[in-house]
């Protein structure tokens, strides 16, 4: 008979739940289904038993607890790198490297995270400009306007789907605004981003394979923008069409609509499940929503970043080793790689007093929900604002709302493990905008 831990887990929000894993057999590979339908007892497990933990089959360490992860991607040493894309499929991590892996060819270009600076920086650079806080807060009126928008049609309705019809809509709207595509192809912009980013076990996400139905949306606008002239109107698209490689070589059509994913895939999908799993856990515990419906403009900026830690769906990111590190005592060669599971270090008993616990108000000094150092999210200031914005409104306008436990979904996923879809009814609202 194997000892058994017992790990009492929080994370439905339906029930508590009590997992246990068997310690002496334990193992842990970031693609096994078991893992992906539910990690968070497996992170107790790695964070307070195997801090380090090697997984053999894709030469690649598991870093579980919240001050590894800090260190690790605070070094912007080139220690790590990302020349094998932040988020790699299986297939890519069975291949193991006998060294160091260099940087891509420079065309046709990857993604821009594949690479070290300088390239990796100048194209960040070249587009991030709508993206800037002082940008960001010209954003404010759109983003309420949109949320008021979308409020007094689902309201109406009196059912629909939190996640996806909400704070869906609202991000991919400025998705949509912020790379120069129309609003109202914001549904289809969801849909395709929400399909492409669905997991298979055993695979991951295979983000190539998904590509074709993203560049469907963005290769014709690069068109359209280049024959108009790319006069930096359009800052985003106009940026990256206007950005000269170290060698002097532009980006051709496809490459600049490549790079264009990153902000139209991270704008959209992480968003909307955090805003729904988030009013969820504040509908559930009647104190803490009352405390923070006490004082809107002061309450929600504090719960919305305790929300971030409890919800952010995001579970790893991965680099690759191109300079020895050590860390408790293991070695990792060039070559090797090491995810860090972001969603463990969010509930490291070791950074945050009993972490399994939503708590609106709990003092939050460092969080790793939006990563940290080079790759730092690009889109960080965009989504506290959205997120600040949709739980605002909705608190204002939606007096009682019941979440129907039985129909929400959350399936498995080695990437974004979140709600896709929370089914609402509302039961008492105020009718118009603005009170
Ligand atoms: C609460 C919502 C969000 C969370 C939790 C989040 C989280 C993250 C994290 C952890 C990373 C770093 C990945 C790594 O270390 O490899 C990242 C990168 C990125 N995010 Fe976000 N994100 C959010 C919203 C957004 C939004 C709204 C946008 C754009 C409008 C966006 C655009 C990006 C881009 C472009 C990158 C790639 C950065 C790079 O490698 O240069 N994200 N995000």
């Known amino acids: 008979m194997s000892r058994s831990l017992g790990v009492t887990v ?3 929000p339906d029930a508590r739940t009590v997992v246990t894993l068997a310690v002496r057999d334990f193992s842990y590979d970031p693609f096994d289904p078991a893992v992906m339908a539910d990690p968070l007892p497996y992170y107790r497990v790695l964070r307070d038993r195997h801090p380090v933990y090697y997984v053999e089959q894709w030469d690649t360490f598991a870093l579980s607890r919240f001050a590894d992860v800090w260190d690790v991607l605070g070094r912007n040493d080139g220690t790590f790198v990302a020349s094998e894309g932040t988020l790699p499929a299986a297939t890519v991590l069975a291949r193991h490297n006998d060294g160091p892996v260099d940087d891509p060819p420079l065309h046709p270009m990857p993604f821009h995270a594949n690479f070290d600076d300088p390239i990796y920086g100048g194209v960040r650079g070249s587009h991030s400009k709508p993206l800037r806080p002082r940008n960001v807060a010209g954003l404010a009126d759109r983003i309420r306007r949109l949320a008021n928008e979308r409020l007094d049609e689902l309201l109406a309705r009196g059912s629909f789907d939190l996640t996806q019809d909400y704070g869906g809509i609202v991000a991919a709207s400025m998705v949509c605004g912020l790379l120069g595509l129309p609003d109202d192809v914001a549904p289809d912009v969801l849909g395709t981003v929400n399909a492409g980013s669905l997991a298979k076990p055993g695979d991951g996400v295979n983000t190539a394979t998904a590509r074709p139905g993203y560049l469907e949306y963005l290769v014709p606008l690069v068109e359209t923008r280049r024959a108009e002239g790319a006069d930096g109107t359009q800052p985003i698209v106009d940026g990256l069409l206007r950005y000269r490689l170290p060698d002097g070589s532009a980006l051709s059509d496809v490459e600049v609509a490549t790079q ?11 968003v909307p499940k955090i805003v729904a799993h988030g009013l969820w856990e504040l509908s559930r515990r009647p104190d803490q929503l009352a405390a923070v419906r006490a004082d809107l403009d002061a309450n929600v900026p504090v719960a919305r970043e305790e929300i971030i830690r409890f919800c952010a769906p995001a579970q790893w990111f991965a680099r690759t080793a191109r300079k020895p590190y050590t860390v408790h005592g293991t070695t990792i060669r060039p070559g090797q790689r090491i995810i860090t599971l972001l969603a463990s270090a969010a509930r490291d008993e070791r950074e945050y007093a009993d972490p399994d616990e939503f ?3 709990r003092p939050i000094e460092r969080l790793l929900a939006f990563g940290r150092g080079q790759h730092v999210c690009l889109g960080v200031h965009l989504a506290r604002l959205e997120i600040t ?12 709302f019941e979440v129907d436990v039985g129909a929400a979904w959350r399936p498995p996923s080695s990437f974004q493990w979140g709600w896709n879809s929370l089914p609402v009814s509302v039961s008492a609202s105020v009718p118009s905008r603005g009170n």
């Open 10 to 12: 929080n994370h439905r």
């Open 260 to 270: 264009m994913l990153g902000v139209f895939i991270g704008g959209t999908e992480t």
């Open 359 to 361: 708590a609106w108000d």
């Open 389 to 400: 914005i949709l739980i605002t409104e909705w608190l204002k306008r939606v007096a009682d």
